[in-house]
């Protein structure tokens, strides 16, 4: 595969099984292509087969020998999340990583999930939460590596936790830095409570600075009809390679954290330019949302009763 000047090494991930959820476009599809030209085994699983077909034909044209599948997934669903989950532990096979990198972000109305979760809350949050209770068996024999993707938004803001899903005051923006706020929060409580329980697995976030992305395009789904007019100024800052990132150098952080044998479990990893929105991606400085460990704690119990799923007995 070609380089570009702003890369890092990714070991030979031979016999390892990877999941990335999100990864049928933009940052996603970059992350997957990279780990599958290591010699990981991909798994992909998709909300549009569709799309889905198609990243699985781009990943196989830069790495021929890829060994690549795709399995269905809608996050804003948890009976999709558990049928993933019954599937994927059907299989058996132990995962050594899992990258949470699908999201949403701020459609222009406030939006419910198919279990009555506020959209971003229930997609961004809920959604992997439920994911990682699913797969925590194949997670355990994989002693595996778990990078949840959150967003440089997350560097403030606070969880309502009186009004989680934005029903008595909703702002679109305010609702998606709680959801990456949130999952932040729990991914470092996994990586305390595995450390704690023996589990084995590690657990650390990456965050990719600002790039070009479908996040801010145009989506039917979000009812957003045409990009916004961030994605616009993203991109021809991006083309002219000014302080923002790419789609590829935005994989990097969540690489970095998920491969790298220097990464470690409870850190953050992103870009490391001016601003920390562009540049080499290495660690950072937790945000400050992000560091009470009473609020992860709040975090992780809250996540469980909400998904109506338990670690307790893993």
Known sequence: MARTPLDIEIPDLAGKRAIVTGASDGIGLGIAARLAAAGA??????????????????ILDEAPD???SLRDLELSSLDSVAALGEQL???????????????V?????????????????????????????????????GRARVTSQVSIAASRGTINWDDL????????????????????????ELDRRSAAAGWGITSNLS???????????????????????????????????ILVGTARSAGLP????????????????????LGRVGGAPGRQSLYKPLRSEADAGRVWEVSQELVNLTFADA
């Open 254 to 273: 969540a690489l970095l954290a998920a491969a790298s044998a220097d990464a470690r479990g409870g850190e953050l990893y992103g870009p490391t330019g």
């Open 66 to 68: 890829a060994v690549v």
């Open 89 to 103: 532990r059907s299989e058996g096979e132990p995962v050594h990583l899992l990258i949470n990198n699908a999201g």
């Open 165 to 188: 899903n934005g029903e008595r005051s909703y702002d679109g923006m305010r609702a998606y830095r709680q959801s990456k706020i949130a999952l932040g929060l729990f991914a470092l």
């Open 105 to 141: 972000m701020t459609p222009p109305e406030r939006q419910t999930t198919a279990d009555g979760f506020e959209l971003q809350w229930g997609t961004n949050h809920l959604g992997h939460v439920a994911l990682v209770a699913h797969l925590l068996p194949l997670l355990r024999a």
């Open 41 to 58: 085994e991909l798994v992909l699983p998709v909300r549009n087969r569709v799309k889905g077909q198609a990243a699985m034909a781009h």
């Open 207 to 241: 965050h990719p600075g600002v790039a070009p992305t479908s996040l801010l395009s145009a989506r039917s789904e979000l009812g957003r009809s045409t990009e916004t007019g961030g994605r616009r100024l993203i991109g021809a800052m991006a083309r002219r390679g």
